[in-house]
């Protein structure tokens, strides 16, 4: 270590910079290069035309619209469903005993040891049975599955981390139980919460094994309509503007994340 | 006017016994300290009074009416936790609030008592602060003040400033004192510190494995301890085995008065009630070591048979360590079958 990251030349510390601007910080300049270039041709370095022919063509298209729309109604409602569902499982895996809980938490983390292709591909033909194929219904559900593990374990362990002493003091000054959850246990493990909320809707809005397996074709997703694009017609522009409009829900979740659980966790004093 | 009464209470942890039933009487405005080393059952038994155990059987009286099933919320009473337990997601006045505002209270009422109980405990500037912008010294006062502004009927305290430094610990002590005094509110403190017990209390109970050992004042349970358990645990005592015979018994060159049968008994001398006479070398007992403690002494004195005296002696008395000394005892208590027979004052 020592020998490696000397003042005079720090191979390891470069070597890492290089590989992250080659691999990340390149493909996403050239993508957004891409979405605001009329004209690029071999040798020159930046676009040799810009402009934003291709953000209207591609927001002139209704199936744009209608995917944007698809993926915002899927990603709200599943966050909204597993909210409902986790929030109190995960409540109650933290603060009450009953039988069975250590295995259902490991149920949760052997779903994701096996390949999820294979095992979204058995859930579809399940579905097909049921009809659930090609519906929203059938989409919301394989979401929820994904997301059961993160919106259980993340909350469980936020409610675990509540002193129990705090919540006592709560109950001495006069609160009943679900004074107690909603004023002290609650606010204390919003942050967890939220993250674990702004990763759901992230997560769910980008999926596409599961939203191309049980949803395709009648429901289609931003993300499903980018790959079908990039495949159909090689108009560099189309995936490249479409990629710029994805980004746009990460950036608000990671900035609101930044205002939610950063700035707030900080004045709440997590120091306590 | 408020009182306190457990009527055999007791308490078990699946097979575990952590409260062997007992009875206790609190008067109305007194402070009683629950001392007991850690595991003797003083927080499970504080604990009940809060509401947050269910006892496994007996009475909590408060004021004659049981409340030994009523939940914590509906319980007359306030506890304020070793961890301060202050929400951390609240201000300084939020917390304080919190009980009022949960009944219903209008917001000028609650802001006006909150300042009255912050003013009490001296925090009345820091009403908009948040917990982690306070010392741990000022976190415990809000604790207090959450509590104080409920105006309950009996203020629980368990080990309240076990986390804070001597000093602090020793004004904070005094301070409650004070409140507790002028509000005139019923007490129970529990505490693993013997100096805070002795120094606040109206009564002492002492607690060792889920049972009471004594109930008494400061001064009754340190000079008429009446088990070997409360003699040890209170302040430094010389604890000596020594064998009765024919009405006396001789233990570190000592011949104690001891009017009982013959037999095995235990005879327990504070330090500071031992004198040493100068003595012929090789006569009565060795010094061995001297601790100066400022105002006094610790000495420990071999004597022929082996045995060490403890001896406590103001700073001022000539000592000189190697040198031979007779003690002398002023009063001596004896136990047998853990509980004291025979007990020598002459004051």
Request: include cysteine.
């Amino acid at each position: 270590m020592i020998f490696l990251s000397t003042r005079r030349f720090d191979f390891f510390g470069y070597g890492i910079l290089l590989f992250l601007i080659f691999f990340i910080v390149l493909p996403v300049l050239t993508v957004f290069l891409w979405a605001f270039a009329e004209q690029w041709f071999y040798p020159a370095v930046l676009p040799t035309k810009w402009g934003f022919r291709f953000w209207s063509l591609v927001l002139a298209r209704p199936d744009v619209w209608s995917a944007l729309i698809t993926s915002v109604e899927l990603s709200l409602t599943v966050t909204a469903l597993s909210a409902v569902i986790c929030l109190p499982a995960a409540y109650a895996f933290a603060r009450m005993e009953f039988p069975g809980k250590s295995m259902f938490m490991m149920s949760f983390l052997m779903a994701n040891a096996f390949p999820r292709f294979a095992l979204i591909i058995s859930i579809a033909v399940l579905f097909l049975s049921l009809d659930l194929v090609g519906t929203f219904t059938g989409v919301v559900i394989i979401q929820l599955l994904n997301t059961l593990l993160l919106m259980i374990w993340l909350p469980t362990a936020a409610f675990r981390a509540v002193s129990r002493e705090m919540e006592e003091a709560a109950r001495d000054v006069g609160a009943s139980a679900w004074q107690v959850f909603r004023y002290v246990t609650l606010p204390q493990a919003f942050p967890t919460i939220a993250a674990a909320l702004l990763m759901t809707f992230v997560w769910t809005f980008y999926e596409t094994e599961g939203a191309w397996l049980v949803g395709a074709p009648r429901i289609r997703t931003m993300p499903l309509l980018m790959m079908q694009m990039i495949n159909n017609q090689l108009v560099v522009q189309y995936g490249a503007v479409l990629s710029v409009m994805l980004w746009v829900p990460s950036l608000a979740a990671i900035l609101m994340a930044r205002r939610i659980i950063g700035g707030d966790a900080f004045a709440k004093g997590l120091g306590g | 006017m408020s009182t306190l009464e457990l009527e055999n209470v007791s308490k078990q942890f699946g097979a575990v016994s952590a409260l062997e039933p007992l009875a206790l009487r609190i008067a109305d405005g007194e402070l009683v300290c629950l001392l007991g080393p850690s595991g003797s059952g003083k927080s499970t038994l504080l604990r009940i009074i809060g509401g947050f155990e269910m006892p496994s059987g007996g009475k909590v009286l408060i004021d004659g009416a049981d409340v030994a099933r009523t939940p914590p919320e509906k319980r007359p009473t306030a506890m304020v936790f070793q961890s301060h337990a202050l929400w951390s997601h609240m201000t300084v006045e939020g917390n304080v609030g919190f009980g009022l505002k949960l009944r219903g209270m209008k917001k000028p009422d609650i802001t006006a008592k909150v300042g009255a109980a912050l003013n009490m405990v001296g925090l009345g500037d820091y009403g908009t602060r948040h917990p982690a912008q306070l010392s741990g010294g000022q976190r415990q006062r809000v604790a207090i003040a959450r509590c104080l502004v409920l105006e309950p009927k009996i203020l629980l305290m368990d080990e309240p400033f076990a986390s804070l430094d001597q000093h602090l610990r020793d004004r904070l002590r005094e301070e409650v004192r004070q409140i507790q005094k002028k509000l005139g509110i019923t007490t129970v403190f529990v505490t693993h510190g013997q100096d805070e017990a002795l120094s606040i209390a109206d009564r002492i109970v002492v607690m060792s494995m889920g049972r009471i050992e004594q109930v008494g004042t400061p001064a009754e349970i340190y000079t008429h301890p009446e088990t070997p358990f409360v003699a040890g645990f209170i302040g430094d005592m010389n604890m000596m085995k020594a064998t009765v015979q024919n009405g006396a018994a001789s233990t570190g060159g000592i011949r104690f008065e001891a009017p009982i049968a013959d037999g095995e008994a235990l005879i327990a001398v504070r330090p500071e009630d031992v004198t040493l006479i100068p003595s012929q070398d090789g006569e009565g007992a060795r010094v061995r070591r001297i601790v100066n403690y400022g105002a006094v002494l610790k000495i420990e004195a071999e004597a022929a048979d082996g045995a060490v005296w403890k001896v406590q002696t103001l700073k001022d008395v000539p000592v000189t360590e190697g040198a031979y000394y007779r003690p002398a005892v002023s009063r001596h208590i004896i136990f047998r079958d853990d509980r004291a027979v025979h007990r020598v004052d002459p004051s």
